[in-house]
């Protein structure tokens, strides 16, 4: 398991502490990047939450149904807190197979129900984060301020074979989520959307849960950033 470097001081959530559950299409790859953040405010708890049962955007959507709506839920969400939950997924096949847009509506329903709890303060409680082909897009604008040509991306066996040849040494979880402003910055400057209103080639959501989390890090991060070089 990769773990973040420990010259830092983990904070434990404080009561009132806001949680960011991202409930991830992959086992690995976005486990690693977020898990870099938690503990770095106290009034931040970040919880991820990888696949259970498959990667297919109908069936996270089944897994966030069961731990946060029904009555066997594991998690509670206060929205009063103002709570949220993030669905980081891929493009892939799904978007042809018409498994992203019912996920969608679903966070859209789940979102109108939270605003009868709270009128005067409505808030998106649920959202998705879906980048285009996959999530390594998200990691390479850590690094990079123009998207990349497709031409050299279809010379490589996958988008991640891409991103680790173009970052040296391959994205290094312990210490290069720290350049996440960098990554919000270029991957909004670079974010086009297709006609259905999915991000297109080469852009990613991904910046919107950045910059949710980085609202509460954003120090420590600088802190970190300063220290690694």
Sequence with gaps: MIRRRKDYSKKDPSKDASKI??????????????EFFEGLSSNLKLIIIPPEDGTDPLKLMEQAKKLFLEETRSYTLDYMQNDKVWFAIDTDSWEKEGKIQPLRDFCTEENEEVKKIDEKKPY?????????PSIEIWLYYHF???????EDVHDKPSMKAYVNNKIAGG??????????????ENS???????DNGNPALFSTEQHLLGKEILDFV????????????
């Design 124 to 132: 998106d409680a649920w959202k998705v984060a879906q980048s285009n």
């Design 144 to 150: 990079y301020d123009i998207p990349p040509k497709a």
């Design 171 to 184: 994205f290094n979880y312990h210490k290069d989520p720290v350049r996440i402003k960098d990554a919000i």
């Design 218 to 229: 954003s120090t420590e991060v600088a802190k970190l950033r300063n220290k690694m070089g």
């Design 188 to 194: 909004e400057k670079n974010f086009r959307c297709q």
């Design 21 to 34: 559950y991202i409930v991830c299409e992959g086992k690995e790859t976005e486990k690693n990047y977020f």
